[in-house]
C-alpha cells in the first residue's frame, strides 16, 4: 500500500513538472493575444524561479490568477478571452481547482427536502378537513412550481460549474451559465410575487376586519406592480437581449443593472417587513389568553428570517456588483436567493398547518389516555321503574319522539312555578386563533350541521 501511494505521488510531481516545462514565460507571450501581453508581463515581474515552478506559481496563486483575468477581460475581446483561457486552462490542469459548487448542490437539497412535503402537508390538510383549495393555496402550488424550476436551474447550473472560479471553467459552459442566470432572475422575480402573495391571502382570509382587508388588498396590488415592472427591467436589461450571456457581441446596449438589482432589493426588504408587522395589531387584539396570544405571534414572526436573509442578499448583490469572477462571486447571491424563497414558502406554509397538528395532538392524547386507562368504566344499569314523581314535588316533562318537549303540564299545581330558559345557538365568526371559531376551515352548518340563525330552546 506504502510503495502504491509512493508511486502515485511521484506520477502526480512528473505531470506536474511536464505541464510546467511546456511553457516559459516567453513561450506564454507567443501563445497568447497580443492583448495579454501587458497582463501577463505584470503577473510575471514578481517570478524568479525556474520553470519548473512556473506552474505551481500561476496556479496555486488565486488572487495572481484574479488579477490577470480581470486585466484579461478589460483589455481584450471576449473571442482573445477564450485563446487565452484555453492556455490557462492547459498550464493548470495538473492542479486541484476550487469549487464552491457543493456549497449550491446541499442548499437546494436541504431546502427542497424540508419546504416541498411542507407545501404537501399544506394542501393535504385543505383537501382532508376542509374538501376544497383556497386562493392561498393556489397562488402556493403556483410559487412551488416556479421554486422546483429555480431548484432545478440552480443543480443544473452547480453541474457546469457554478462555484468555479471564472478562468477555469470551459467558455461555453460560462456562456450557459449566464444564459440560466438570466431566466433564473426572471423566474425569480414571478416567484416573488407569488410567495409574498400566497401569504398575503392566508392574512386576508384569517382576519375579516375592513380595515385590514383594505391594507392587505394595497400591499398585494403595490407588490404586483413591483413585480412586473421589475421583471419587465430585467428581461429588457441589454439589446439585444441574447446579448446578455453572448459575450461576442459588443455592439450592445444596457441599462444599468445594478441600480436595478440595488432599488428591487430595497423594496423587497421594505415588503417583508410590511408583510411581517401587519398581523400584529390584529393577532394582539384577539379574544384568547395572553400565553396563546405570544404563541400566535411566535407563528408569524418566523417569517422574519426570511427578510433576514433579504438582507443579507442585498449585502452580496451590493459587494458583487462589478465582479470578473460572476462563476465564483454569484455563487453567495444564489444560495441566499434560494434560502430566501424557501424561507418564504416555508413559513408561508405553517400557519394552514395548525389544524392538522391539532388533531394529531387529540389523537395522540386520546390514544395515550386509553392505554393508561387500566380500570375499564361501569355502567350500572337498572331495571327500577322511573318514579312517577321527581324529587321536590316536579314530574319530569315528557319527551316527545322528535326531541321536543310535551306541552302538557296538567300535572302542575296551581301553587307551582312554571321556568323557561331560552338557549340561543349563535354562528361564530372570529378568526381560526381564537377556540371555537369555524372562519378558517368550515362553515359551521358543515361542522355541526346547526343552521345561521340563532335557534331558540325552551326548557320547561
Same mark, same amino acid.
Given at each position: 500500500?506504502?510503495?502504491?501511494?509512493?508511486?502515485?505521488?511521484?506520477?502526480?510531481?512528473?505531470?506536474?513538472?511536464?505541464?510546467?516545462?511546456?511553457?516559459?514565460?516567453?513561450?506564454?507571450?507567443?501563445?497568447?493575444?497580443?492583448?495579454?501581453?501587458?497582463?501577463?508581463?505584470?503577473?510575471?515581474?514578481?517570478?524568479?524561479?525556474?520553470?519548473?515552478?512556473?506552474?505551481?506559481?500561476?496556479?496555486?496563486?488565486? $488572487?495572481?490568477?484574479?488579477?490577470?483575468?480581470?486585466?484579461?477581460?478589460?483589455?481584450?475581446?471576449?473571442?482573445?478571452?477564450? $485563446?487565452?483561457?484555453?492556455?490557462?486552462?492547459?498550464?493548470?490542469?495538473?492542479?486541484?481547482?476550487?469549487?464552491?459548487?457543493?456549497?449550491?448542490?446541499?442548499?437546494?437539497? !436541504?431546502?427542497?427536502?424540508?419546504?416541498?412535503?411542507?407545501?404537501?402537508?399544506?394542501?393535504?390538510?385543505?383537501?382532508?378537513?376542509?374538501?376544497?383549495?383556497?386562493?392561498?393555496?393556489?397562488?402556493?402550488?403556483?410559487?412551488?412550481?416556479?421554486?422546483?424550476?429555480?431548484?432545478?436551474?440552480?443543480?443544473?447550473?452547480?453541474?457546469?460549474?457554478?462555484?468555479?472560479?471564472?478562468?477555469?471553467?470551459?467558455?461555453?459552459?460560462?456562456?450557459?451559465?449566464?444564459?440560466?442566470?438570466?431566466?433564473?432572475?426572471?423566474?425569480?422575480?414571478?416567484?416573488?410575487?407569488?410567495?409574498?402573495?400566497?401569504?398575503?391571502?392566508?392574512?386576508?382570509?384569517?382576519?375579516?376586519?375592513?380595515?385590514?382587508?383594505?391594507?392587505?388588498?394595497? #400591499?398585494?396590488?403595490?407588490?404586483?406592480?413591483?413585480?412586473? #415592472?421589475?421583471?419587465?427591467?430585467?428581461?429588457?436589461?441589454?439589446?439585444?437581449?441574447?446579448?446578455?450571456?453572448?459575450?461576442?457581441?459588443?455592439?450592445?446596449?444596457?441599462?444599468?443593472?445594478?441600480? %436595478?438589482?440595488?432599488?428591487?432589493?430595497?423594496?423587497?426588504?421594505?415588503?417583508? %417587513?410590511?408583510?411581517?408587522?401587519?398581523?400584529?395589531?390584529? %393577532?394582539?387584539?384577539?379574544?384568547?389568553?395572553?400565553?396563546?396570544?405570544?404563541?400566535?405571534?411566535? #407563528?408569524?414572526?418566523?417569517?422574519?428570517?426570511?427578510?433576514?436573509?433579504?438582507?443579507?442578499?442585498?449585502?452580496?448583490?451590493?459587494?458583487?456588483?462589478?465582479?470578473?469572477?460572476?462563476?465564483?462571486?454569484?455563487?453567495?447571491?444564489? !444560495?441566499?436567493?434560494?434560502?430566501?424563497?424557501?424561507?418564504?414558502?416555508?413559513?408561508?406554509?405553517?400557519?394552514?398547518?395548525?389544524?392538522?397538528?391539532?388533531?394529531?395532538?387529540?389523537?395522540?392524547?386520546?390514544?395515550?389516555?386509553?392505554?393508561?386507562?387500566?380500570?375499564?368504566?361501569?355502567?350500572?344499569?337498572?331495571?327500577?321503574?322511573?318514579?312517577?314523581?321527581?324529587?321536590?314535588?316536579?314530574?319530569?316533562?315528557?319527551?316527545?319522539?322528535?326531541?321536543?318537549?310535551?306541552?302538557?303540564?296538567?300535572?302542575?299545581?296551581?301553587?307551582?312555578?312554571?321556568?323557561?330558559?331560552?338557549?340561543? %345557538?349563535?354562528?361564530?365568526?372570529?378568526?381560526?386563533?381564537?377556540?371555537?371559531?369555524?372562519?378558517?376551515?368550515?362553515?359551521?352548518?358543515?361542522?355541526?350541521?346547526?343552521?345561521?340563525?340563532?335557534?331558540?330552546?325552551?326548557?320547561?
Amino acid at each position: 500500500m506504502q510503495c502504491l501511494s509512493l508511486l502515485l505521488y511521484l506520477l502526480h510531481c512528473l505531470t506536474r513538472l511536464a505541464y510546467a516545462q511546456m511553457y516559459s514565460p516567453e513561450e506564454i507571450l507567443t501563445q497568447t493575444p497580443s492583448c495579454t501581453h501587458d497582463c501577463i508581463i505584470n503577473a510575471f515581474a514578481s517570478f524568479s524561479g525556474d520553470l519548473a515552478g512556473l506552474a505551481s506559481y500561476v496556479c496555486t496563486n488565486i $488572487s495572481l490568477q484574479s488579477e490577470l483575468s480581470t486585466c484579461v477581460q478589460t483589455s481584450c475581446s471576449f473571442a482573445d478571452q477564450v $485563446s487565452a483561457a484555453k492556455v490557462e486552462t492547459e498550464l493548470c490542469a495538473a492542479f486541484l481547482k476550487a469549487s464552491r459548487s457543493w456549497d449550491v448542490t446541499r442548499t437546494i437539497i !436541504i431546502g427542497c427536502s424540508l419546504v416541498f412535503p411542507t407545501i404537501a402537508l399544506r394542501l393535504y390538510t385543505r383537501v382532508a378537513y376542509t374538501k376544497k383549495l383556497w386562493t392561498d393555496d393556489y397562488a402556493t402550488i403556483l410559487a412551488a412550481g416556479l421554486l422546483a424550476v429555480v431548484a432545478i436551474i440552480d443543480l443544473y447550473s452547480a453541474h457546469l460549474g457554478l462555484g468555479m472560479h471564472y478562468w477555469t471553467i470551459p467558455a461555453d459552459h460560462g456562456t450557459l451559465i449566464l444564459k440560466l442566470f438570466y431566466v433564473e432572475s426572471m423566474i425569480y422575480m414571478l416567484l416573488l410575487i407569488a410567495s409574498k402573495l400566497s401569504i398575503l391571502l392566508v392574512y386576508a382570509r384569517l382576519f375579516p376586519a375592513r380595515k385590514f382587508q383594505y391594507a392587505v388588498n394595497s #400591499l398585494s396590488v403595490f407588490l404586483a406592480c413591483h413585480g412586473v #415592472l421589475y421583471l419587465l427591467l430585467t428581461a429588457m436589461q441589454c439589446l439585444p437581449v441574447y446579448s446578455v450571456w453572448d459575450r461576442y457581441i459588443t455592439d450592445r446596449k444596457c441599462i444599468n443593472v445594478t441600480a %436595478v438589482a440595488y432599488s428591487s432589493g430595497v423594496i423587497s426588504i421594505i415588503e417583508d %417587513v410590511a408583510i411581517l408587522l401587519l398581523p400584529v395589531p390584529q %393577532v394582539w387584539r384577539l379574544k384568547i389568553d395572553h400565553g396563546r396570544r405570544l404563541a400566535v405571534l411566535g #407563528l408569524f414572526s418566523i417569517g422574519s428570517f426570511a427578510c433576514f436573509t433579504s438582507m443579507i442578499r442585498m449585502k452580496y448583490v451590493v459587494q458583487y456588483s462589478a465582479t470578473f469572477d460572476a462563476t465564483w462571486d454569484n455563487v453567495d447571491i444564489v !444560495i441566499w436567493s434560494a434560502i430566501e424563497q424557501f424561507s418564504a414558502m416555508f413559513c408561508g406554509s405553517l400557519p394552514p398547518l395548525r389544524l392538522l397538528l391539532v388533531n394529531v395532538h387529540r389523537r395522540t392524547s386520546r390514544h395515550i389516555n386509553s392505554r393508561d386507562d387500566n380500570i375499564p368504566s361501569r355502567i350500572r344499569q337498572s331495571n327500577d321503574p322511573i318514579p312517577s314523581q321527581a324529587p321536590g314535588g316536579v314530574e319530569p316533562a315528557d319527551l316527545h319522539a322528535d326531541g321536543a318537549c310535551s306541552t302538557d303540564h296538567s300535572g302542575f299545581g296551581e301553587d307551582r312555578i312554571r321556568v323557561t330558559t331560552t338557549v340561543e %345557538v349563535r354562528r361564530e365568526e372570529g378568526t381560526w386563533f381564537e377556540d371555537g371559531s369555524q372562519h378558517d376551515d368550515q362553515d359551521i352548518e358543515q361542522r355541526t350541521g346547526l343552521p345561521q340563525r340563532p335557534l331558540p330552546v325552551s326548557l320547561t
